[in-house]
């Protein structure tokens, strides 16, 4: 048996000047948003431009030495890395099947490896999100159980804003990167191979998975719009109290004279 592990490293990789830096490697090709490099029979990394790498076969020094590398063309990389690891091995009276995280296989060619790498870099890309939104919900727990505790959330005008801000960057930042959870253009290229996908994309529930996500990215956006009225509310009630002022004032200056 084989090992299939995916590493994601960063929000994305400096990927035209990582395949500047590949390009002169006969082992080097480029495939859209990818580069696949083969070290060896059946050995292979795929480099994703949001930030994954998968590995077919990559002993743990092979690994490092790729990952140092890689560390010079990180964007935004993260604290602590999120990785999968699943097990393979060839089979040839099978097309693919999958049980207890074991892949068999009838084909491990480049293109049918980067079929299921797809499909794992997508769930390991997921991994992170789920983690993200993860942290930020229990982060903002508070706020709304302060709300439907006293009324109101005991925040300054500032911090609340700064709240919101923060909220709002952390929900934006997986909205905008959520469509690499789609189909990947490559499987329209060779539908050939989708059947390989789709097996290890049902077995990682992407699909189930990104629908529980868009909904706790709802439960941030319901989040945002209760600190958001939290915010007019106060404004409201400032202006008020200046206007009762003021008014206040206007009587003691006409009682004075």
């Known amino acids: 048996m084989q090992t299939i592990r995916a590493i994601c490293l960063a ?3 400096q990927f035209d000047a990582l395949w500047d830096h590949f390009s002169q490697q006969p082992e080097a090709v480029r495939l859209r948003n990818v580069i696949a490099l083969t070290k060896g029979e059946n050995v292979f990394a795929f480099l994703f431009d949001y930030g994954v790498c998968v590995l077919f076969q990559y002993g743990r020094d092979a690994e490092q030495r790729l990952l140092a590398l890689l560390n010079s063309y990180l964007i935004n990389p993260l604290t602590s890395f999120v990785d999968e690891e699943l097990s393979y091995r060839q089979n040839s009276e099978t097309g693919i099947r999958i ?3 074991l892949i068999e296989i009838n084909d491990l ?3 049918t490896c980067l079929s299921l790498a797809h499909a794992l870099a997508q769930s390991t890309k997921l991994a992170f999100f789920e983690a993200s939104i993860e942290k930020t919900i229990k ?3 508070y706020i709304p159980e302060t709300l439907a505790q006293k ?8 911090q609340l804003a700064k709240e919101r801000g923060r909220v709002y960057l952390e929900k934006s930042h997986v909205i905008l990167q959520f469509n690499l959870l789609d189909t990947p253009e490559f499987i329209w290229e060779y539908p050939e191979l989708e059947h390989y996908y789709l097996a290890l ?3 990682l529930e992407i699909t189930p998975r990104a629908t529980v ?4 990215l709802e439960v941030i956006q319901e989040l945002l719009e209760m600190m958001a009225d939290e915010q007019k509310h106060r404004h409201s009630s400032m202006l008020e109290w200046i206007i009762i002022i003021l008014i206040a004032i206007e ?3 006409f009682l004075v004279n």
């Open 151 to 158: 009324g109101s959330i005991a925040l300054s005008r500032v």
């Open 139 to 141: 982060k903002t727990k």
């Open 251 to 253: 009587i003691l200056l």
């Open 213 to 216: 996500l868009k909904n706790r």
């Open 11 to 13: 929000e994305r990789f």
């Open 99 to 101: 049980r207890n995280d």
């Open 201 to 203: 994309s049902r077995y």
């Open 109 to 111: 060619s480049r293109l």
